[in-house]
């Protein structure tokens, strides 16, 4: 993947009391502010958008330890069942043990689907939300992580840096 550095500027705006730095991302119709510290990456192959967004442990780990979100657009295709996905992850979840919730949160001004679990994998604590939506014909994931052991909640603050100021064109 190619970092996208036309997509960022350096923005000291402190967000929502927890001061925390951020950079924007904006490009393909989708824009978000991110912690300073952490990297970006992105891909746009056959329609489908990803970026990558981490903290610099999780980069150096190879995504074994550390923080980072995973974000796709997609095209709405008939094969695409978001309910279905959604209940099958929160089933293998709790299957393996893990604790397993869903919801609805605020993004982008929609109320959107969150899925969320937690559990110890391989004898390390991990921690994942993905939180998915719809907006003309379109469909979007959010996949937020921490892994090896990295306190969840010490990670939240950043994760709702992107949450809060995650806008759509």
Excluded at 8 to 19: E, G, L, V
Excluded at 59 to 64: D, G, L, R
Excluded at 141 to 156: D, E, I, P, R, S
């Amino acid at each position: 993947m190619v970092i996208m550095s036309s997509g960022c500027t350096n923005n000291q705006n402190q967000t929502n009391q927890s001061q925390i730095p951020t950079k924007t991302y904006a490009a393909g119709g989708i824009s978000f502010k991110y912690p300073d510290t952490w990297n970006v990456t992105s891909a746009n192959n056959d329609n489908v958008t990803q970026i990558i967004t981490a903290d610099t442990q999780f980069i150096n780990s190879n995504s074994t330890k550390g923080s980072g979100v995973l974000i796709l657009k997609l095209p709405k295709t008939t094969n695409i069942n978001m309910s279905q996905a959604r209940q099958e992850i929160l089933n293998q979840a709790k299957q393996s043990g893990k604790n397993a919730s869903s919801g609805t949160v605020k993004i982008a001004g929609l109320t959107a689907s969150v899925t969320s679990y937690n559990g110890t994998v391989n004898g390390t604590f991990e921690s994942a939300k993905i939180i998915d939506f719809e907006k003309n014909n379109t469909l979007y994931l959010l996949l937020f992580v921490t892994v090896g052991g990295v306190n969840a909640t010490a990670a939240q603050p950043y994760f709702d840096v992107i949450i809060n100021s995650f806008k759509i064109e």
